[in-house]
T-cell receptor, first 114, second 113 residues
Framework: EAGVTQFPSHSVIEKGQTVTLRCDPI?????LYWYRRVMGKEIKFLLH????????ESGMPNNRFLAERTGGTYSTLKVQPAELEDSGVYFC????????????FGNGTRLTVT | AQSVTQLDSQVPVFEEAPVELRCNYS??????LFWYVQYPNQGLQLLLK??????LVKGINGFEAEFNKSQTSFHLRKPSVHISDTAEYFC???????????FGQGTRLTINP
């Protein structure tokens, strides 16, 4: 089966610009998660979708971040306007809707805001 | 709130030597425990997990971890490492009944020939 894919793998933008990250989960996985790792720090939870519904968005840093999951398939994470502190690696993960199923992670998108 | 501390940011070892990567957690409620590995230019991959039962958990690639409730630790061990084990290792916890993982800061394991 195809794994979790994220696009782009790298993005370099200037402060104030907008960036949209995309995640395609494994087909049939209802759970979709976004995590972020700021340079050298721990990986932090951003939010969790079940199908198209946001179950938990307690980790979203502020209202410059907007996540969507159209039709319960792929998800996008938009940062508008980007700030320097948004730089980091953004990971997407998916899992089936079975309790304690392991998360399958994508390779991440490395975002650099200059 | 839960937190995870990985005591070593970097661990260099020689090939075929044993290794232990330390992980301590803090939580007022019961948790599940995980170790993930990130090889260069790849995503995170589950190494092993502790949900219940035996406190010694065996994972992929010859790794194992032991859950110690009294010390709130979940250290990862391998008796003999290989060059291919060079990666970053992340300890994580999840509250029972919850969905999100709380990660530690990661430990970069480098293997010297």
């Amino acid at each position: 089966e195809a794994g979790v894919t994220q696009f782009p793998s790298h993005s370099v933008i200037e402060k104030g610009q907008t960036v949209t990250l995309r995640c395609d989960p494994i087909s049939g996985h209802d759970n979709l998660y976004w995590y972020r790792r700021v340079m050298g720090k721990e990986i932090k939870f951003l939010l969790h979708f079940v199908k198209e519904s946001k179950q938990d968005e307690s980790g979203m840093p502020n209202n410059r971040f907007l996540a969507e999951r159209t039709g319960g398939t792929y998800s996008t994470l938009k940062v508008q306007p980007a700030e320097l502190e948004d730089s980091g690696v953004y990971f997407c993960a998916s899992s089936p809707r079975v309790y304690n199923s392991p998360l399958h992670f994508g390779n991440g998108t490395r975002l650099t805001v200059t | 709130a839960q937190s995870v501390t990985q005591l070593d940011s970097q661990v260099p070892v020689f090939e075929e030597a044993p290794v232990e990567l330390r992980c301590n957690y803090s939580s007022s409620v019961s948790v599940y425990l995980f170790w993930y590995v990130q090889y260069p230019n790849q995503g995170l991959q589950l190494l092993l997990k502790y949900l219940s039962g035996s406190t010694l958990v065996k994972g992929i690639n010859g790794f194992e971890a032991e859950f110690n409730k009294s010390q709130t630790s979940f250290h990862l061990r391998k008796p003999s490492v290989h060059i291919s084990d060079t990666a970053e290792y992340f300890c994580a916890v999840k509250i029972q009944g919850a969905q999100k993982l709380v990660f530690g800061q990661g430990t970069r394991l480098t293997i010297n020939p």
